[in-house]
């Protein structure tokens, strides 16, 4: 099934977001991408910090994304299926073509930015600066993250991630989508033709490597 492709960031949003229809409260502050999100947990009053993280009961999972924490849930088998082929896929490339570079899967702390007041798990992140590396985990931007979407998840990674990822110096963000089988592509430093909508069926390129592309559906055969 081939998608077709936009040019344009605002368009490709509204075909990416599941609910555009209650993604708009919140306006990121950033005049090049003016798009309205989902406020979800923002508006609350408290404001917490990583170390209210670092104090959550051992086996409890959460994320701090401009200072408001979202409890994560248990992933199903496909959300887990598509973490471990993909991780697969991209560390045989890796250790054939980028020793340089690592792929890591969740759980891993990401640290995207120098305050206490954001900490991330993406699914997958691949890192090409190992100095990035520390015993808490990945201190600043992966080069390439993806995130497999759930109901849970969803309105943070069509939304607010995609904007704290993009500003935070992330090179290359994926979305994937099982339920619709489809995979949006943004690639933040080409900024002509930064996003990209494909099906499971399509070869889907890897930006951060040009020789590089992934096919989801024969991964999952």
């Known amino acids: 099934m081939e998608l077709s492709r936009t040019g344009g960031f605002n368009a490709l949003y509204e075909k990416a977001s599941p609910d555009l229809e209650s993604l708009k409260n919140y306006q990121i502050d950033n005049p090049k991408y003016p798009t309205r999100i989902a406020q979800t947990e923002l508006s609350k ?12 009961p051992e086996g409890k999972r959460a994320e701090l994304i401009n200072g408001q924490i979202y409890n994560m849930v248990s992933p199903n ?11 697969g896929t991209i560390h045989e490339y890796i250790r054939n073509n980028h020793n340089d570079s690592q792929v890591l899967p969740t759980p891993l702390a990401v640290r995207l930015n120098a305050d206490d007041k954001t900490y991330v798990e993406p699914d997958i992140s691949v890192l090409c600066d190992s100095k990035k590396i520390s015993e808490r985990g990945i201190e600043g ?11 849970a998840t969803q ?15 992330v090179r290359e963000y994926w979305i994937v989508n ?7 592509v943004f690639c933040f430093e080409n900024e002509e033709e930064n996003n990209n909508l494909y099906s499971f069926e399509e070869d889907i390129p890897v930006g951060i490597y040009p020789d590089f592309s992934i096919n989801i559906h024969e991964l999952l055969k």
């Open 45 to 56: 009053e408290h404001s917490y910090t990583t170390q209210d993280i670092d104090a959550l």
């Open 77 to 87: 088998y496909i959300h887990q299926h598509l973490v471990m082929e993909l991780s």
């Open 141 to 151: 931007a992966p080069d390439f993250i993806i995130e497999i979407v759930s109901p």
């Open 155 to 169: 309105k943070r990674d069509y939304g607010i991630k995609l904007f704290k990822y993009r500003n935070a110096g």
């Open 178 to 184: 099982p339920s619709k089988e489809i995979v949006n």
